[in-house]
C-alpha cells in the first residue's frame, strides 16, 4: 500500500487501542482514520483469532463496502474473513454469511438490526471485542438512535469502543464529555487543534448563480474546468465492440437534438477531469444525470432510489474512468475515496453546514489539491455564512463569463426539456413511492 509513514491521527489513535482503551478520533477528511481502527483491530485477532470479533457501524452502504475492502487488502496475511451487511442485498444470504462467524462485519445500522430480530441463535453479538463507528456524528443522530439503542444491548458491555469521525459536533462532544461508566476508563480523545476544518490544499469557491438558469452554468463549468484540473483529464475508454443490439432511439434523437440546439458536430465533446456534483434529493441527482447525458457529458447517478447493484455499477464505473462525472446525493459525501477528484460541485447547498466539510473532502484526499465549487442562489446567503463560519474559512467568488455562458443556453434548454420528459417516462416515480412505503414501515418496526 507504500505507505511509510502514519498521520497524525494514526500515530495519536492506535497506541491506546492497542492497550485496549476506548478512543474518540476525530481527524479531516483523507487522513487515514479507517487505518488508524483498522490496524488496531487486526492486531488483537492475530493473538485470538474468532468471530465475530469486530463490528463496523457505517451511515451509508457503499461506505461499508469500501472499509470492507480495506481490510481485506490488510488483512491478507491473516485469512481475514469479513462480512458487508447493508440493505438492498439478499437478508437470507447475509444471514448465512453470518451464521459461519466472519471475523470483520461491517454494517449500516437497520440491516444488522433487521438481522438480528429475524435471527434464531445461528449467531450473535455477545463476543464482539471492538465496535466501531465510522462517521460518528452521522450515527449519533436521531435517525440511527433505535437501531443504536438495540445494538447495545445486544453487544457485550466488555468491547472497546471506537469513534471516528471528521467534524465534531454537539453529539460527539457529550459522548466525549460524558463520566465512564462503572468499571470503563474515560476515552481516549484525540481531536483535530486546527481552527480550519477543511484541509489546506483545498481551494473552495462560490458562484453567485439566478437558479432558473444553473444548468447552463454547470455545463460551462464541466466543458472549461479551472486550469488546474486539466492534467487529470482522463482518456475516454476504449470503443467498445459493437453490438446487434440497437441504441435506444429516444437517446439517441434526444442527444442529436441537443447537439443541433448547441450548433456542434457529432464528434464527442472533451470530458471534465473527475468530478462530483451533489444534490439534496435523488430526484434532483437523477435529473442532472439524464440533463449531462444528453449534452454528452458522460456522468452517472449515486442515490438512494437505485438498487444496490446499481449503485455499486455506478461507482464502479466513476472509479474505472469510465464516467468522470458523478451525480450525488449525500450518500456519496461520507468517507469514500476515490483518488484523484479533481472536481466537487454543490449544485444544492447542504442543509446542515458540517456535511459541506463531508462533501468537499471527496477531493483534496492524502496531500492532494482539489477545488470545490459552491452554486449559490439567491436563496442561499445564510447558507453561506453558516458554513464559513464553520469550517472558519471565507469562500472566494468564482466568476464565469456570463456571455459564453449563455452561448450554450439554447442547447442545455433543450437538454432539460428531454431530461424532465426522460425522468417522467421512467420508472423514478414509482421507486419514490416504493421507498415512501419502505420507510414508513421501518419506522413503524422500530417503534
Not at 409 to 428: H, I, P, W, Y
Request: glycine share 4%; net charge neutral; charged share 25%.
Amino acid at each position: 500500500m507504500s505507505i511509510r509513514t502514519p498521520t497524525e491521527v494514526q500515530m495519536a489513535c492506535i497506541p491506546p487501542l492497542l492497550q485496549g482503551e476506548d478512543c474518540i478520533g476525530n481527524a479531516k477528511t483523507g487522513s487515514g482514520k479507517t487505518m488508524a481502527f483498522a490496524l488496531p483491530i487486526l492486531q488483537q485477532l492475530s493473538v485470538d483469532p474468532y468471530g465475530i470479533f469486530a463490528l463496523v457501524l457505517t451511515p451509508t452502504r457503499e461506505l461499508a463496502f469500501q472499509i470492507a475492502d480495506q481490510f481485506a487488502v490488510l488483512g491478507g496475511a491473516l485469512n481475514l474473513r469479513t462480512a458487508v451487511v447493508v440493505g438492498g442485498m439478499d437478508m437470507i444470504a447475509q444471514a448465512i454469511e453470518l451464521s459461519n462467524r466472519p471475523h470483520v462485519v461491517v454494517a449500516t445500522p437497520g440491516r444488522i438490526v433487521d438481522l438480528l430480530r429475524s435471527n434464531h441463535g445461528e449467531w450473535d453479538l455477545s463476543r464482539v471485542k471492538f465496535l466501531v463507528l465510522d462517521e460518528a456524528d452521522r450515527l449519533l443522530t436521531p435517525t440511527f438512535a433505535p437501531e443504536l439503542a438495540y445494538l447495545f444491548e445486544a453487544l457485550s458491555k466488555e468491547r472497546q469502543t471506537c469513534l471516528f469521525t471528521a467534524t465534531w459536533t454537539p453529539s460527539i462532544a457529550s459522548v466525549a464529555d460524558a463520566p465512564p461508566k462503572a468499571g470503563k476508563q474515560e476515552p481516549f480523545v484525540h481531536r483535530v487543534t486546527a481552527s480550519v476544518e477543511t484541509v489546506a490544499t483545498l481551494q473552495q469557491f462560490y458562484v453567485l448563480v439566478p437558479s432558473h438558469i444553473r444548468e447552463a452554468y454547470l455545463y460551462y463549468l464541466l466543458r472549461y474546468p479551472p486550469e488546474s484540473t486539466h492534467h487529470l483529464r482522463r482518456a475516454p475508454p476504449a470503443p467498445a465492440k459493437r453490438s446487434n443490439k440497437p441504441a435506444k432511439p429516444a437517446k439517441k434523437k434526444a442527444q442529436k437534438a441537443a447537439a443541433a440546439a448547441a450548433d456542434e458536430d457529432d464528434e464527442d465533446i472533451e470530458q471534465p477531469p473527475p468530478t462530483v456534483i451533489f444534490c439534496a434529493k435523488p430526484h434532483t441527482a437523477a435529473y442532472l444525470t439524464a440533463l449531462l447525458q444528453t449534452l454528452r457529458i458522460r456522468a452517472t447517478a449515486l442515490h438512494s432510489r437505485l438498487t444496490q447493484r446499481e449503485r455499486l455499477a455506478s461507482l464502479g464505473l466513476f472509479r474505472a474512468s469510465v464516467v468522470p462525472v458523478l451525480v450525488s446525493t449525500d450518500v456519496g459525501a461520507r468517507g469514500l475515496d476515490i483518488a484523484d477528484v479533481a472536481l466537487v460541485v454543490n449544485w444544492d447547498l447542504p442543509g446542515a453546514p458540517e456535511e459541506y466539510t463531508h462533501r468537499v473532502g471527496r477531493t483534496a484526499r492524502a496531500g492532494r489539491g482539489g477545488i470545490a465549487v459552491s452554486f449559490v442562489t439567491e436563496r442561499d446567503e445564510e447558507r453561506v455564512l453558516k458554513i464559513e463560519e464553520r469550517i472558519s474559512t471565507k469562500l472566494e467568488e468564482m466568476q464565469l463569463p456570463e456571455a459564453r455562458v449563455l452561448e450554450h443556453l439554447n442547447a442545455v434548454s433543450t437538454a432539460r426539456r428531454l431530461a424532465s420528459m426522460e425522468l417522467r417516462d421512467s420508472d423514478f416515480g414509482r421507486r419514490e413511492e416504493i421507498h415512501k412505503v419502505k420507510s414508513a414501515k421501518r419506522k413503524a418496526d422500530v417503534s
